[in-house]
């Protein structure tokens, strides 16, 4: 059997660690922090906006006639490509018709320039009849005005020849066929839609009485409920509709973030901007007696401020409250602090 003092000792070896597992008072609060900064606000409404191409058209037949190529929906073209073709043949067939007639009229050209010059010399001796220069004279000059008319023949032919072929205007996707290879088209009939997925901008409807607070240049945040991104304004079309009273937006879409026809909502400001105390939404702490936020003291305790809330900007809100700019307010771990409590700011918060 132990005696009482080696049990003592033993006792003693036992409690050690839990005396060394016991700190001096309670472990602070693992919380993230932020400052309250001053920032320019304004109020903003969300509005309907909807993804389109700046250039997104329907390519038109210029000749009639039967299709011998017409590209399928989804193809990519650059520009100058063709993407859809009429048959030229009897265009061709035409052409060669009319440099026939070309031919024709320069031999009758060249005759009667040498007629005219034999004519010339014979009249200077006398030797032939006025009358007979002068219609050769007219002879020659209706020769030459059948060649010229032969030859705007054969450029017209030769444009419609070019014009059977419709040709990408610039680097884009084909976004849909109307006509189909094989079917026949009339000058007019629309053959397909092309659009350029690289050149996007949304479309805003805004009610005429924030006309005054948007501009060219200014930034638009763009959203389809998920995912946020910050736009700049290309134009604002001032002008009312007398129906709605709505003007335009066209905002600049950020690059690989949304196709055309994506509908979206845009954040336009409704009032002018101003500079506001403001914090992240994170920090606020709603209770039943009203909005908080917990701010870090200089000796790492938490100290509960009321606040009201006024605009918000993204994850920013303005507060109003006894806060001033640069204080480290909580925004991580705040939602069981209490008044007083330590806390250690920049790791992740404590788990509940």
Do not use: C
């Not at 023949?153 to 419709?166: N, P």
């Not at 050149?199 to 009610?207: H, Y």
């Not at 002018?272 to 992240?280: G, I, S, W």
């Amino acid at each position: 059997m132990m005696d009482l003092k080696s049990r003592i000792v033993w006792l003693a070896l036992l409690l050690t660690p839990l005396a060394w597992a016991q700190p001096g008072g309670p472990r602070p609060v693992q919380v993230m922090t932020a400052e309250s900064q001053l920032m320019t606000m304004a109020p903003h409404a969300r509005v309907a906006a909807t993804v389109i191409s700046r250039n997104d058209i329907r390519l038109a037949a210029e000749v009639s006639g039967r299709l011998t190529t017409s590209l399928e929906a989804g193809s990519e073209v650059d520009q100058g490509d063709i993407i859809a073709a009429v048959d030229d043949k009897p265009l061709r067939l035409r052409l060669r018709e009319t440099e026939a007639l070309l031919a024709r009229a320069e031999a009758q050209l060249q005759y009667l320039t040498s007629e005219q010059d034999r004519l010339q010399k014979l009249s200077a001796q006398n030797s032939a009849a006025r009358s007979q220069l002068e219609q050769t004279v007219a002879d020659r000059a209706s020769a030459a005005a059948d060649k010229a008319a032969q030859q705007a023949r054969i450029a017209q032919l030769q444009d419609e020849i070019d014009r059977s072929r419709i040709r990408a205007p610039f680097h884009g996707v084909v976004a849909q066929r109307y006509v189909q290879t094989g079917e026949r088209v009339a000058v007019g009939d629309e053959v397909a839609r092309m659009l350029d997925p690289d050149s996007l901008e949304a479309i805003a409807r805004v009610p005429l009485e924030y006309i005054n607070f948007s501009k060219a240049g200014d930034e638009i945040t763009l959203t389809d409920g998920k995912r946020r991104e910050s736009a700049v304004v290309r134009a604002s079309i001032a002008v009312g509709d007398q129906d709605t009273h709505l003007f335009e937006l066209r905002i600049k879409v950020p690059p690989n973030t949304w196709p055309a026809g994506q509908t979206l909502r845009a954040e336009v400001p409704t009032d002018r901007y101003r500079e506001v105390l403001a914090v992240p939404r994170d920090a606020l702490v709603l209770r039943g007696d009203g909005i908080y936020v917990f701010v870090v003291n200089e000796d790492q305790t938490a100290r509960r401020i009321m606040v009201e809330t006024g605009v918000a900007d993204g994850d920013w809100i303005e507060v109003m409250g006894d806060l001033s700019p640069g204080m480290t307010v909580i925004t991580r771990g705040n939602e069981r602090l209490r008044e007083g409590q330590t806390v250690s700011a920049g790791g992740p918060p404590a788990a509940e």
